[in-house]
């Protein structure tokens, strides 16, 4: 199984991004996926899931700017950023294959993508 995350750049203070993921070896259907980020010097967090029951969850720092989206037939998620600020600077993975627990913790997960930078500058 892979993912491939793709669509982080440099984007100034206000601006829009869109991150997808592209997963292939398997298909997850309807199965959660998730978007997490980890920003210099600290640990992975959650940022946003489309989940098994077609409902969508977001950490508070996202919630309002970001929007997760899936596109089933073709294995892909989708994250998009607006708003931007240059704390969102972070490398952004995704992650799928979840395996029970707290749907926002890392360990919750089996599969992820290799990461894409993410840059916002003030």
């Known amino acids: 199984v892979q993912l491939q995350a793709s669509g982080g750049g440099l984007v100034q203070a206000g601006g829009s991004l869109k991150l997808s993921c592209a997963a292939s070896g398997r298909t997850f259907r309807d199965a959660t996926m998730a978007w997490f980020r980890q920003r210099p010097g600290k640990e992975r967090e959650f940022v946003a899931a489309k989940k098994d029951d077609s409902t969508r969850e977001y950490s508070d720092d996202a919630k309002g700017r970001f929007f997760v989206s899936r596109d089933t037939a073709k294995n892909l998620l989708y994250l998009e950023m607006n708003s931007l600020r240059p704390e969102d600077t972070a490398v952004y993975y995704c992650?799928?294959?979840?395996?029970?627990?707290?749907?926002?913790?890392?360990?919750?997960?089996?599969?992820w993508g290799q990461g894409t930078q993410v840059t916002v500058s003030s």
């Open positions: 992650a799928a294959g979840r395996r029970g627990g707290n749907i926002h913790a890392s360990a919750a997960y089996v599969f």
